[in-house]
């Protein structure tokens, strides 16, 4: 009913620069939080950094001051802007939308992306 897909990941190196997107489809009124989620093999998935429809935001201690996260209601997208990438940042990036009301069917609820690889190695 409400699909969300990321785009943007990939291979950098560290110290370098990735813009991750990620775009809501589906008949939506309104979202009141989108947010990246990131999730390394072996650990438990995080949030990395979330963001409300009034743009009050929330970043994990880990990334503050290297991440951005930034939403464009009109399209339902949510970004996030990763700088001084670290080895350590390396996980699959996934991207939830929580408190999604539909244009059509009222409430539907909180959505996630199939995510998207980011590696952070020279």
């Known amino acids: 009913q409400v699909q969300l897909v990321e785009s943007g990941g990939g291979l950098v190196q560290p110290g370098g620069s990735l813009r991750l997107s990620c775009a809501a489809s589906?008949?939506?009124?309104?979202?009141?939080?989108m947010g990246w989620y990131r999730q390394a093999p072996g650990k438990q998935r995080e949030s990395v950094a979330v963001i409300s429809r009034g743009g009050f935001t929330n970043y994990a201690d880990s990334v503050k001051g290297r991440f951005t996260i930034s939403r464009d209601n009109a399209k339902n997208t949510v970004y996030l802007e990763m700088n001084s990438l670290k080895p350590e940042d390396s996980a699959v990036y996934y991207c939830?939308?929580?408190?999604?009301?539909?244009?059509?069917?009222?409430?539907?609820?909180?959505?996630w992306g199939q995510g998207t690889q980011v590696t952070v190695s020279s």
């Open positions: 589906g008949s939506i009124f309104s979202i009141a939080t």
């Open positions: 939830k939308a929580a408190g999604v009301v539909g244009s059509i069917s009222g409430t539907l609820g909180d959505y």
